[in-house]
């Protein structure tokens, strides 16, 4: 079947895939047609007959070091859809590439059957996706989540699928007599689908386990984490998902890309706990176009002044190669050290310098640098000081230096005396010139007495 990327529902994805309509790249992520599917309850009893074939693939193949790894632009990568729909059932191993089709499980096939036949009638765009299931666990098989209502219904049979879509998903109102429950906290998903495409398989079970990792540092109940099936684009994998409310309570679902265990902690502290969206993984939102995902990334970095989050600016990097010259031209291996001559107009560690309009900038300029925070590296390779001075007041106390009207007195540090900078090795070159010049003398003297 053809892909449409206009057609408002095509999109119902099983496996957020399900059926299937290939786009350009062969990703999927619409559905394609119906097929029929089973009982949360009933169809579950055939675990273990499919596995995710992933077993003998390499990172350097499909992993984090894959060849075409973080080699495709992420910004705009989400087509538009407005809700999206998660049936809880079985897990990875045992999902088919095409779950939609599978033949020994009803459930998923007649739901994603029902969401493509009933489309037209729904208000907003649906997307359908797998995730993990356990009976007896928070996530049973058959439970339904949706965002962004933020709801889960409990324990969806193949016997209850038409009704289920007809009064929730058709009409968006309550599935009776099942009362939805609240959601609370966010939510992520990461595609895990290997069956159906071995990059997801590789790095999404690497992805998942950083999370659970992470979480029980004073996450634990307020995050959910959970394998998912395809999502579309395989070739950005790993491919996560967050649902989850903002400051003003609005539910969002942000997608990212290329994500690796590494950028777990990153995704946890700046997106779950601050709210910011981490623009260097960032693929797109549910409920925005593609056009606008562009802008709003676009206007983002403008914002932060072209930073991708976490990593510093060109100009930041020169700035610091910058400082880093200054403090090797005044004397290597020194500290910044604050104002040392700002009560002791007479030390020896500082002098009056009359300094003319035409150098202020400068002045100030090294200023500025001496201002720049020191990374432990470079304290640890410190060993002496240098103070930079200022003083506002022209021409004050004793004969100030530069007289009065526009010419500003400052007071600059002078750089350190022979005797200050000396170092262990010039004194090792000291040692050897002296025992140099007592061995020619030593040896002219023998000469002599030879002679």
């Given at each position: 079947m053809a892909s449409n990327r206009d057609d408002p529902l095509t999109f119902i994805n099983l496996s957020s895939s399900p059926v299937t309509v290939s786009s350009a790249e062969g990703d999927s992520f619409l559905l394609d047609p119906p097929s029929q599917i089973g009982s949360a309850s009933g169809s579950f009893q055939n675990e273990g007959l499919l596995s995710g074939g992933?077993?003998?693939?390499?990172?350097?193949e499909f992993g984090f070091s894959r060849p075409d790894f973080r080699q495709s632009p992420l910004s705009g990568t989400v087509q538009f859809y407005e809700r999206h729909v998660f049936l809880c059932y079985k897990h990875p191993q045992v999902w088919p590439p095409r779950i939609e089709a599978a033949e020994f499980d009803r459930l998923p096939r007649l739901l994603s059957a029902a969401l493509l036949a009933?489309?037209?009638?729904?208000k907003k765009q649906t997307r359908l996706t797998i995730c993990e299931g356990h009976d007896g666990t928070e996530t049973s098989n058959g439970d339904v989540l949706i965002f962004p209502d933020m709801i889960r219904y409990r324990r969806l049979t193949h016997f209850d699928v038409d009704?289920?879509?007809?009064?929730?998903?058709?009409?968006?109102?309550?599935?009776?007599p099942v009362t939805p429950e609240k959601l609370k906290g966010s939510y992520i998903f990461v595609c895990s689908h290997g069956s159906r495409d071995r990059r997801c398989g590789v790095c999404g079970p690497a992805i998942i386990a950083r999370?659970?990792?992470?979480?029980?540092?004073g996450l634990q109940g307020k995050v959910s984490v959970s394998?998912?099936?395809h999502i579309g684009g395989h070739k950005y994998a790993g491919n996560v998902i967050i649902f989850g409310s903002n400051i003003d309570g609005k539910v969002s679902g942000h997608w990212y890309g290329y994500v690796t265990p590494d950028d777990v902690p990153i995704l946890l502290e700046q997106h779950i706990e601050k709210g910011?969206?981490?623009?260097e993984l960032w693929r797109g939102e549910m409920g925005v176009s593609e056009e606008e995902q562009k802008k709003s990334q676009e206007l983002r970095l403008q914002q932060n002044g072209g930073a991708d989050d976490g990593k510093p600016t060109k100009e930041e990097t020169l700035q610091t190669q910058t400082n880093e010259i200054d403090d090797a031209a005044c004397g290597s291996q020194m500290e910044v050290k604050a104002c040392c001559c700002q009560e002791n107009r007479d030390s020896s560690c500082c002098q009056k310098n009359p300094v003319s309009s035409g150098k202020t900038e400068k002045v100030d300029a090294y200023e500025r640098e001496a201002k720049v925070v020191v990374t432990p590296e470079k304290k640890k390779s410190s060993k002496k000081t240098i103070s930079r001075c200022s003083s506002s007041k022209g021409g004050g106390g004793g004969g100030g230096g530069g007289g009065g009207g526009g010419a500003s007195t400052r007071k600059v540090c002078a750089m350190p005396t022979w005797f200050e900078s000396w170092e262990r090795e010039d004194t090792y070159a000291a040692l050897a010139v002296v025992g140099a010049a007592v061995s020619v003398a030593v040896a002219f003297h023998c000469y002599r007495q030879l002679a």
């Open positions: 992933d077993g003998g693939t390499t990172d350097a009933r489309k037209g009638e729904m009704t289920f879509v007809e009064e929730v998903l058709v009409k968006d109102g309550e599935w009776q999370f659970k990792e992470e979480i029980v540092h394998p998912c099936s910011e969206i981490v623009n």
